[in-house]
């Protein structure tokens, strides 16, 4: 048996964690530089809105519903994501992160010891009690069927005709269960498949389970068509996955919150970026030797393309030191410039990434053994950001005037405080 925990409407219940203001109200979340609707609550999704839809389109008739729209807090989705899914790796065999709101239970063998269903609704009200964050549970034998069980149980949740838990473990509720759901809803049938199935006269998750594997593979891509219907019919066709953590390659990148003309300006946001990279690699255990940096001007204005320039930089030596990536990321910056243009955006992709310290071959002439000092140094700055909060030590090139946002930095004029990951801005209890 396989379990599907998904986080309902799980931007917009972060937010409501810690503020209680919320809850009943519209809620949205907006894309960077407060761009686009990217996340809903369920009254928001009641009124009619849209995903990524421009909020300025909407802005008014929405905040006359009482509506309120918040900018993207990725911090504190991210760490609430890390405690919704460390809870979940305590309580089952094996956990399959499927995104940041998702994720795959291993519960085979389990219904010999345990009331899966039971379980299940223990396991819901433990997340919502230790985290806040409402989620559903799916139930199924395979894990096509627990989407389609999980996607269920929050319907009728919502509806007030359910627990949030839906299991399916005999033949005729996954019957009933398909019937109720469109076939452009089942996992894995994209928008293209759905047109054809709806050309042929294939309308529900019950009907796709009931044609021929031949047809499948002809009109579904082949084999992975022909998988889809046995995992609909109950027959397991693939298993949780733990991810390896170890990443092949890793990206920092962000649109700016307005046109960048000044090298130097430009130079800050690289920086940034190259701090964070060489932040997440140490937190890996990981070194880079491929760095690649990205600049872009705007594809929707007035100068003719390209608008993406990148240039490719082998490292001496693969490393993680903040200092080193981000005096190689200056250099490919200096490379790409070009005085006149209108930047929007920038960023750094490293590609080689291979375990700090673990048989490093360098150039001919290059030292290859990092300093202890400078191991060090790495240390202390990883630990008084992680004290006093992100991006308080930096490299000298990142640094701006007291008191002024830095030019590269991105519009979040409705970001709710970092409640769990900055000291200055956590809760504060009075007595």
Known sequence: MFGLVDCNNFYASCERVFRPELEGRPVVVLSNNDGCVVARSQEAKALGLKMGVPYFQVKQEYEQHGGVACSSNYELYGDMSRRVMWYLQQRAPA????????????????????????WAG???????????????????PTKTLAKVANRLAKKDAIAGAGSGVLMLDDEGQRREALERVAVEDVWGVGYRSAAKLHT????T????????????????????????????????CSSVTVEDETRKSMCCSRSFGQVL???????????????RAGEKLRAQGMAARLM???????????????YSFSAQLTLPTATDDTLVLAGWARRGLERLWRPGMRYVKAGIVLDGLERAGANQQGALFANVAKSPERTKLMGAL?????????????????????????????KRGAKSPAFTTKWGELWQVRC
């Open 122 to 140: 223990d396991v819901r009200g433990a997340v919502r009690q230790r985290t806040g964050i409402p989620v559903c549970v799916g139930v199924a």
């Open 292 to 306: 690649t940096v990205f600049i872009e001007t705007s594809r929707y204005g007035n100068t003719p393309p390209p």
């Open 261 to 275: 003309t000044r090298l130097e300006d430009v130079a800050g946001a690289v920086a940034t970026h190259a701090m």
């Open 382 to 410: 990883d630990a008084l950001n992680g004290r006093y909060g992100g991006g308080a030590v930096r490299v000298a090139a990142a640094v701006t005037t007291a008191g002024k946002q830095e030019p590269w930095g991105m």
């Open 95 to 118: 956990v399959e992160i499927y995104s940041i709101d998702e994720a795959f239970l291993d519960l085979h063998g389990m219904q010999r010891h345990f009331d899966l269903a039971g």
């Open 205 to 236: 998750a019950a009907q796709l389970a009931g044609v021929g594997d031949a047809w499948a593979r002809e009109n579904l891509g082949g084999v992975v068509g022909a998988r889809m219907l046995h995992e609909l019919r109950g027959f397991p």
């Open 200 to 203: 042929a006269g294939i309308r």
